[in-house]
C-alpha cells in the first residue's frame, strides 16, 4: 500500500463527510469534517492545547487524526488496493473495531481468530491468502449496510448510508481492479456516526416465559379440575359441568403454551439475526 493512497482514500472519506454537522440524532454530536467533538478534544489534550469547538480544527489536525487514529489503526498501508480503503471508510463512519471485525467476518474461513476487531498478524495473513477482493469488499460492504439496518438511527439516515455504502463499495471494487475509480459525493445523512451502541434491542422473551408459565399453570389446574371430575362422577349435572370446564380450560392453556414457545423462539430467533448483523455473535 503507498502513501499516495491513503491521501486519495482520505479525499473520498472527506467528501463523504462534508463539513460541519450537529444533527440532534446524530450520536456523533458536533462533528467537523468527519471528526467528533470528542475525538478533537482528546487530540488537543494529547499536545497539551486548549480545548476549542471543532469547527476551529486545522488541516494538519485532521490529517494527524485520520492518519494515526483510523488509517494506522486499520493498517492501511498492509491491505491490498480497495480493501484498505472501504476498511478505513467504515472505520471513519463507525470506529476502527467495528470496521475490522467486518473485515475478519467477511474473510471467511481464512481468518481462524476470534472476531476481536484487532488488526493482527492472523487478519493480515488471511487477507494475503484471499485472491478475490472484488468479491471481500462486496462482503464487507454487505456486512456493513446489515449492520447500519440494525441500527435504531437506521429510519433517519438510512438513505444517506445506503448511499455511501453504494458509493464506497464501486470505489474500493475499482481499485481492487486496477481501475480508476469515481470521486466520492456527499449525501446528506451518511456523515452520521454509525456506532453499535446504537444498536436496536434485543426481543424480550419475559412475555413468552410467562405465557408459557400460564399455560403450564392452566393445564397443571385442568388436571386437578379432571381427578375432581372423576370424584363427583355420581353427581351428573355438576360431573358434567366441570367437565366442561376441563375441556375449555385445557385447549386455553395449550394454546397459550404453545404461543409462548412460538413467541420464545421468535425472539430469539431475532436476537440471533440482531447480533450476527451487528457482528457480536460469538467468535
Keep these: 500500500m503507498t502513501a499516495s493512497r491513503e491521501q486519495e482514500s482520505l479525499a473520498r472519506v472527506l467528501a463523504h463527510e462534508g463539513g460541519y454537522s450537529n444533527h440532534p440524532a446524530d450520536p456523533g454530536g458536533a462533528t467537523m469534517k468527519g471528526i467528533t467533538q470528542r475525538i478533537y478534544d482528546a487530540y488537543r489534550r494529547s499536545k497539551g492545547l486548549a480545548l476549542r469547538s471543532v469547527k476551529g480544527i486545522m488541516g ?38 467495528q470496521s475490522i471485525i467486518r473485515l475478519q467476518r467477511a474473510l471467511g474461513p481464512l481468518y481462524q481468530g476470534r472476531l476481536d476487531g484487532v488488526l493482527g498478524l492472523g487478519t493480515i495473513a488471511a487477507v494475503q491468502a484471499c485472491n478475490n477482493h472484488d468479491a471481500l469488499i462486496d462482503r464487507i460492504c454487505d456486512l456493513r449496510l446489515a449492520f447500519l439496518q440494525h441500527l435504531k438511527t437506521w429510519p433517519v439516515f438510512g438513505p444517506g448510508w445506503s448511499s455511501r455504502v453504494a458509493e464506497v463499495r464501486s470505489i474500493g471494487q475499482s481499485w481492487a481492479s486496477g481501475l480508476t475509480p469515481q470521486i466520492a459525493s456527499f449525501v446528506d445523512g451518511g456523515q452520521a456516526k454509525a456506532f453499535i451502541g446504537d444498536a436496536k434491542v434485543a426481543p424480550s422473551t419475559a412475555p413468552a416465559d410467562a405465557a408459557t408459565g400460564a399455560g403450564a399453570g392452566g393445564l397443571g389446574v385442568s388436571g386437578y379440575l379432571y381427578d375432581l371430575q372423576n370424584q363427583l362422577s355420581p353427581f351428573a349435572y355438576t360431573s358434567e359441568w366441570i367437565g366442561k370446564v376441563v375441556v375449555v380450560l385445557a385447549i386455553a392453556s395449550a394454546l397459550l403454551a404453545i404461543g409462548g414457545l412460538a413467541w420464545r423462539w421468535r425472539a430469539n430467533r431475532k436476537a440471533k439475526h440482531l447480533l450476527a448483523a451487528l457482528g457480536a455473535e460469538a467468535a
Aim: a negative charge; hydrophobic letters at 35%; proline letters at 5%.
Design 60 to 97: 494538519q489536525e485532521l490529517f494527524e487524526i485520520y492518519d494515526r487514529q483510523y488509517w494506522d489503526a486499520v493498517k492501511g498501508d498492509q491491505l491490498p488496493a480497495g480493501v484498505d480503503y472501504v476498511v478505513f471508510d467504515g472505520a471513519v463512519n463507525s470506529g476502527p473495531k
